[in-house]
Nanobody, 120 residues
Framework: QVQLVESGGGLVQAGGSLRLSCAAS????????MGWFRQAPGKEREFVAR????????YYADSVKGRFTISRDNAKNTVYLQMNSLKPEDTAVYYC?????????????WGQGTQVTVSS
């Protein structure tokens, strides 16, 4: 199992930027994919972005493509989410997640979440 701790959330005006960080421990960081998800009030948790273990390949939800960038530093056991041109609809609790060792492609380790609030 891997332990994940997010940081970097906060309150920002529409059009602003934030960078989220997620520090991982407990498993060789460079051996698994990482992802970011978010959950807005009254809505289900949704996928935001994913980065392969090597950092070479990234995937994004259509709603954030071109505005958000996921990256990772395997030497620091940390994954990042750079969020630019933020919109009020980006308001949510953001979670980082680690890929399962038992079911490839599935995320089964989650951080505690960090709140992002975008004011209009």
């Amino acid at each position: 199992q891997v332990q994940l701790v997010e940081s970097g959330g906060g309150l920002v005006q529409a059009g602003g930027s934030l960078r989220l960080s997620c520090a991982a421990s407990g498993r060789t960081f460079s051996s698994y994919d990482m992802g970011w998800f978010r959950q807005a009030p009254g809505k289900e948790r949704e996928f935001v972005a994913r980065i392969r273990w090597s950092g070479v390949f990234t995937y994004y939800a259509d709603s954030v493509k071109g505005r958000f960038t996921i990256s990772r530093d395997n030497a620091k056991n940390t994954v990042y989410l750079q969020m630019n041109s933020l919109k009020p609809e980006d308001t949510a609790v953001y979670y980082c997640a680690a890929e399962s060792t038992r079911v490839p492609g599935k995320f089964d380790s989650w951080g505690q979440g960090t709140q992002v609030t975008v004011s209009s």
